[in-house]
């Protein structure tokens, strides 16, 4: 059994102090995700910051922004008055993750650094970069059937398995974190990253940094909006291809738009491009298939996950048409 010392700050510069005195410390909130890998041997921190005695949960307005405190829970977000009116595309995706239980003990901020989900990462007999980096890459030559088809480096295809997140980057959020050197704020679409030599590091968090906060500006998203979730159960299970999809639409005109891809990369995947391609036209089936296409532009499967090439753009189409309420 690996020993831990565990610690229960109160202060956020004491969590912060101990996290910076361990370089192989680790902050643990809801547990859901730290927890098991733990137990399986995938992660050994020798120091848990358990950071629940935080003043984190509070979900407010800051300005033309909502503010999600880093330990709201998923299951209180999803819920949130202020959230289901402003921001009801999050609300979705929320209740697209995991199950009623989970969401009640997962939070913000881990959901955001929970890792991936690939069986060559989890598995600790089998080569894994990202667990260990330089034993290889399991998943390129072997079972990638939930793999990457953007974004992936000859070192991981693995993708990221946040829900939440796919909305938080198509909303264009912003991550306020809290750190050794002071605080400081990200672009959600800036927060993840792509494998390339180091698929260690999932995010550009520094060490010793913790997540206050997520802010969400205003935007007029709130009715035609949709995430869909194509999985292989209908609840407990991982998106094979997410997509979130929100529309500002007048007179059947499409004013602005956001999309953004779960189950494809390493992060949560934007299409801005497709986002462009959509502003200006109407709101019909056809022009959801040629942003559609500017979309899978640069898509490249592996053996075992060629349904994504189609998947992928048929659930873009999909996930359009219902927030435009397109029959
Ligand atoms: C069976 C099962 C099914 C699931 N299905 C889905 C699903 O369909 N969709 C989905 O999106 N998710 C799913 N999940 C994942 C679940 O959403 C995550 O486990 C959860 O969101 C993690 O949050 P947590 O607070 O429990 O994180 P923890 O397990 O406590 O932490 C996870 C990581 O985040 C770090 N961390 C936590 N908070 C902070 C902070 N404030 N600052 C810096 N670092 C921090 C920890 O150090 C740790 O590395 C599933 C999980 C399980 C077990």
Redesign the pocket.
């Known amino acids: 059994m690996n020993q831990f010392q565990y610690v229960r700050p109160t202060k956020q510069k004491a969590a912060i102090d101990a996290l910076a005195k361990d370089a192989n410390a680790?902050?643990?909130?809801?547990?859901?995700?730290?927890?098991?890998l733990m137990k399986r041997g995938v992660m050994a921190p020798q120091k848990l910051v358990d950071?629940n005695k935080l003043p984190l949960n509070k979900i407010e307005r800051d300005g033309s922004n909502t503010r999600i405190g880093?330990l709201a829970l998923?299951g209180v977000v999803a819920e949130d008055k202020l959230v289901l009116e402003k921001h009801p595309l999050l609300a979705q995706a929320l209740n697209?993750?995991?199950?009623a239980q989970?969401r009640n003990?997962?939070?913000v901020?881990?959901?955001m650094?929970?890792r991936t989900r690939c069986h060559y990462f989890y598995d600790t007999a089998l080569p894994c970069n990202k667990r260990e980096p330089g034993s290889g890459c399991g998943a390129l030559e072997g079972f990638n059937r939930m793999h990457a088809i953007f974004g992936f480096s000859d070192k991981c295809i693995a993708v990221h398995?946040?829900?939440?997140s796919v909305a938080l980057v198509a909303l264009d959020a912003t991550v306020l974190v809290s750190g050794p050197k002071g605080d400081r704020r990200i672009p959600f679409i800036d927060f993840h990253r792509l494998p390339g030599d180091t698929p260690q590091k999932d995010t550009n968090?520094e060490p010793g940094e913790?997540?206050t906060a997520v802010d969400i500006p205003d935007a007029p998203f709130t009715k035609n909006v949709h995430y869909l979730k194509v999985r292989e159960r209908a609840s407990?299970?991982?998106a094979l291809v997410s997509v979130a999809a929100a529309l500002n639409i007048e007179n059947n005109t499409i004013k602005d738009a956001r999309l953004a891809m779960g189950g494809v990369a390493h992060k949560p995947w934007r299409l801005t491009e497709a986002e462009k391609s959509l502003v200006g036209k109407p709101a019909t089936e056809e022009t959801f298939r040629q942003a559609a296409e500017v979309a899978m532009r640069g898509a490249k499967a592996f053996k075992y996950n060629q349904y994504k090439l189609k998947l992928a753009p048929n659930s873009i189409v999909q996930a359009l048409k219902t927030a435009a309420a397109v029959a």
């Open positions: 680790q902050i643990i909130a809801g547990g859901t995700n730290l927890i098991d950071i880093a998923n697209a993750g995991a199950s989970l003990m997962a939070t901020g881990g959901n650094l929970q398995p946040s829900d939440m968090l913790l997540i407990y299970a991982f």
